[in-house]
């Protein structure tokens, strides 16, 4: 099954719809960013730390899974030199818009991120890698590659699902799915996720996300803790994403 290209179709039927994630920035919010007035989220809600990204002018940027025209403007007017790798041609056809408009220059390129990243040895100062390691199945060869095409002291910003969203039920208030959750491996999964539209999603452990980063010689420095923004376990306060900031020496 090549669940990738149903997670593609997914990701461009709900952009289509509206879906959050998928509806690029402004006019005035890229304007805002001109002036040195910016936010960017690797999480739900929480903002990233400014000191995370350094200055960013003259730096080489891979948006990783980052498209849609919601951050990688926001690097470009900062003065990045921007590239952003995404699977879904409206995600992709959104930064194009984005930048056509405001005039700036980008690489944007479709491909898989489950897949050799298309890039030599040492090629960005920063990878930006919003929550998107739900939807693959394996996440250990992307930190990988990641630390491959990462100059030396280059840093990987990346936000992650920490599993517990996917043991409730729809509301968000019975136990209802046991860990780790994968669709390819438990049919019954699969047809509730593919009726409801949500696509192939994948639960990972901190021993996977923040432990893979560690194996493939990363070190991390920063970390932060978010909530989903919205829902029950939101309401109780519940921390059900991570985001971290990691280097290569």
Known sequence: MDYQKINADTIDRWCR?????????????????????????????????????????????????????????????????????DYSPQQCESERMVAEREGYQVEIIRADMTKPLPFPDESFDLIFHPVSNCYIEKVEPVFRECYRILKKGGALLGGYDTGINFIYDENEEQITYTLPFNPLKNPAY???????????????????????QLQAGFRLTHLYEDTNGQGNLHQHNVPSFVATRSVKE
């Not at 699969?190 to 893979?212: C, K, P, R, W, Y």
């Open 17 to 85: 719809e509206g879906w959050e994630w998928g509806q690029p920035i402004s006019h005035e919010v890229y304007e805002k960013a001109l002036r040195g007035d910016w936010d960017v989220l690797l999480t739900p809600t929480k903002p990233v730390p400014h000191e995370w990204f350094g200055r960013l002018k003259g730096k080489k940027l891979l948006g990783l899974a980052s498209g849609g025209g919601q951050q990688i403007p926001i690097f470009a007017a900062l003065g990045a030199e921007c590239t952003v790798l």
């Open 190 to 212: 699969f047809e509730e996720f593919m009726a409801n539209d949500l696509g192939v999603q994948f639960s990972h452990t901190l021993e996977e996300q923040i432990g893979g």
